[in-house]
Nanobody, 120 residues
Framework: QVQLVESGGGLVQPGGSLRLSCAAS????????MGWYRQAPGKQRELVAD???????NYADSVKGRFTISRDNAKNTVYLQMNSLKPEDTAVYYC??????????????WGQGTQVTVSS
């Protein structure tokens, strides 16, 4: 049974930082591409950042230079370091895991989400 458990969300002032973590179980973690998505009220879920099995990263334009995604295969954990946070970063952040083989995307697994609120 695949489980993704996020942690690290909370309330932070504009300009502050947070580090999200997502611990995976029930998967061979190193075989999965991992990602962070977010969904603000009234908006669609959007990709924030993802990282391949080999460590190649990709970021939404809105977070480039401020957020950093990383993974620790020994700990089955993916991280999202968020710096210089803005009110528009306020959303529920979801962890995603997907196995990609021969360019074909497999089943998407999701965590339960963690709330990030950026407000003074």
């Amino acid at each position: 049974q695949v489980q993704l458990v996020e942690s690290g969300g909370g309330l932070v002032q504009p300009g502050g930082s947070l580090r999200l973590s997502c611990a995976a179980s029930g998967v061979i973690f190193s075989r999965y591409a991992m990602g962070w998505y977010r969904q603000a009220p009234g908006k669609q879920r959007e990709l924030v950042a993802d990282i391949t099995r080999g460590g190649t990263t990709n970021y939404a334009d809105s977070v480039k230079g401020r957020f950093t995604i990383s993974r620790d295969n020994a700990k089955n954990t993916v991280y999202l370091q968020m710096n210089s946070l803005k009110p528009e970063d306020t959303a529920v952040y979801y962890c995603n895991a997907v196995e990609i083989a021969a360019g074909v995307r497999g089943y998407d697994y999701w965590g339960q989400g963690t709330q990030v609120t950026v407000s003074s």
